[in-house]
């Protein structure tokens, strides 16, 4: 059985990880109200910036590419991390239960109260929990534009992917809207759940403990809380 539920592990680990970075199916009939080209740079920009502070562990550059709702999604994570019960943990969607169960258990209490979305993100990436997860060959297409968001095809060795990545135009750059996978990310992690006939709870602590090469103990559902560090 343990045999078995590593190799789920790892299976989904690695759908997982193509999915976020793949992101997507590309929107069809979307209006451009932009110049093309000058969209087209400057995501390739924002990608390569992104793809280099990943590299380097460079948080601040990293959170520097990152679109606001990606950055609300890793507050909720913080702030879940600091409040959640058990029974409203076991209760959310797996994606995120299986990131507060990671943030507890990579950090100290102490550290989660000091965090907010920007620093999680930062954080993670100095410490190489986030990575770029990009199969070799991916290059971007040409962006298909809906006012302030672009849809930017994806393709590998020059063939279609037939997914995107969508950028967010927030203060004149262009910035990764990571968030924008989550749903497909979530449907594996269902499917998978529903494949191995478990209840989407066990299969969340079961991947958190395939992550942190460790077991999840019951207190690591029990909230942080706010301490004297409620204020950040």
């Known amino acids: 059985m343990a045999r078995f539920l590593s190799r789920v592990?790892?299976?989904?680990?690695?759908q997982i990880?193509?999915?976020?970075?793949?992101?997507?199916?590309?929107?069809?009939?979307?209006?451009a109200f932009r110049d093309v080209?000058?969209?087209?740079?400057?995501?390739?920009a924002?990608?390569?910036?992104?793809?280099?502070?990943?590299?380097?562990?460079?948080g601040v550059g990293a959170v520097s590419c990152i679109a606001a709702p990606t950055l609300a999604?890793?507050?909720?994570?913080?702030?879940?991390?600091?409040?959640a019960e058990p029974e409203e943990l076991r209760g959310l969607d797996v994606g995120i239960q299986i990131d507060v169960l990671k943030l507890r258990g990579r950090t100290s209490p102490e550290l989660i109260r000091r965090?907010?979305?920007e620093r999680l993100i930062g954080l993670s990436v100095q410490q190489g929990w986030i990575s770029m997860n990009m199969p070799e060959g991916i290059s971007l297409g040409t962006p298909i534009l809906d006012g302030?968001?672009?849809a930017v095809p994806l393709f590998l060795n020059g063939a279609s992917v037939g997914a995107s990545m969508e950028f967010r135009l927030e203060d004149g750059v262009w910035k990764?809207?990571?968030?924008?996978?989550?749903?497909?990310v979530e449907m594996l992690h269902r499917d998978a759940a529903t494949q191995a006939g478990m209840p989407i709870d066990v299969y969340a602590r079961i991947q958190v403990e395939y992550i942190l090469r460790r077991q999840v103990p019951d207190s690591m559902y029990e909230p942080v809380g706010r301490g004297m560090a409620s204020a950040r």
């Open 9 to 14: 592990g790892a299976f989904v680990t690695l």
């Open 17 to 31: 990880g193509i999915a976020s970075f793949l992101g997507s199916p590309v929107a069809a009939g979307a209006t």
């Open 37 to 44: 080209a000058e969209v087209s740079a400057g995501v390739q």
């Open 46 to 58: 924002t990608f390569e910036r992104y793809e280099a502070a990943v590299r380097d562990q460079d």
């Open 73 to 83: 999604y890793y507050q909720r994570v913080v702030d879940l991390a600091i409040d």
């Open 115 to 117: 965090l907010d979305g």
């Open 148 to 150: 302030d968001r672009a």
């Open 176 to 184: 990764i809207n990571i968030a924008s996978n989550f749903d497909i």
